[in-house]
């Protein structure tokens, strides 16, 4: 059974006259990464909200496990571009506010911060308030603290787009890292192309209108660099293919 499925689903915001999306099908296994690209407004977030359980489908269902996700659970993650993290509280405290919360056991707390402070490079700015943070610093300290829940399923939400290429690129190999030793499902939104190919196992394309899913790829190029591909066409032609997919 895969982990998550979503079955002909269709979304209207109360607010909106228009319907959102439309008879979405898709499927997501454990352990799997996946990116989500698509133009402005055509409801990836809107996706993204679906399977977190903040909103529910007026048509279809969607799945977790099996069970019908009705309600948001630590168990479905988000991680937005503005991280809203704690600012009041240090590295250590934001990342693990949630479990505490949860009252989950100190002793696995501690070990898994452990293991998060030093996969995200993190160790020596564990007692520093965020506010003292650079923006890739701070998206490190918003992945850890996802990451710590070892949610089933790990969403982000247009995280690095704000970064700078270099930022971005440690972010691409830390994500790589956190997803390979957790076993996570990682959904990840994206608008850049490059960054779809390097991080998408499977790249799932939304198009129409209302928006809907019209494909999901393997992706040959999953964690080959771009620069690596300067000479390769066969790449380009696959990178033209999705660029016209979602025009
Ligand atoms: N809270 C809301 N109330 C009413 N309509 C909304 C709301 N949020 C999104 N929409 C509409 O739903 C559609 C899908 O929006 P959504 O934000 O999911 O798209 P998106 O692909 O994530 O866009 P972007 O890439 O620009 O973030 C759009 O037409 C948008 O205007």
Redesign the pocket.
């Known amino acids: 059974m895969a982990l998550l499925e979503v079955k002909d689903v269709g ?6 006259s ?1 319907q ?2 439309t008879g979405v099908n898709l499927t997501m296994a454990a352990n799997s990464l996946n990116v989500v690209i ?12 679906l399977i977190a359980g903040y909103i529910q489908p007026q048509v279809g269902e969607l799945r977790m496990n099996g069970q019908p996700i009705q309600k948001a659970s630590w168990q479905r993650g988000i991680v937005f571009q503005d991280m809203a993290l704690y600012p009041w509280l240090n590295v250590t405290q934001n990342i693990t506010f949630g479990p505490r919360m949860r009252k989950m056991a100190s002793a696995q707390i501690e070990q898994r911060l452990a293991t998060l402070l030093q996969e995200t490079g993190l160790e020596k700015f564990k007692t520093s308030y965020v506010y003292e943070l650079s923006g890739g610093l701070k998206q490190r300290v918003a992945l850890a603290r996802e990451f710590i829940n070892q949610p089933d399923i790990l969403m982000l ?2 995280s690095f787009s704000a970064l700078d290429n270099l930022t971005r690129d440690e972010m691409h190999q830390i994500l790589l890292e956190l997803w390979a030793s957790s076993g996570n499902c990682v959904i990840v ?1 994206t ?1 850049d192309i490059d960054e779809a190919m390097f991080l998408g196992q499977n790249i799932i394309i ?1 198009n129409g209108k ?2 809907t899913v019209s494909q999901t790829i393997t992706n040959p190029y999953f964690k080959v660099a771009f620069d690596e591909m300067a000479n390769n066409p066969a790449y380009f032609e696959f990178r033209k293919m999705l660029l016209q997919q979602i025009k």
């Open positions: 979304y209207q915001y109360p607010s909106n228009a959102s999306i698509g133009p402005s407004g055509i409801g990836k977030s809107t996706l993204l909200n939400d247009e939104i608008h939304m209302p928006g």
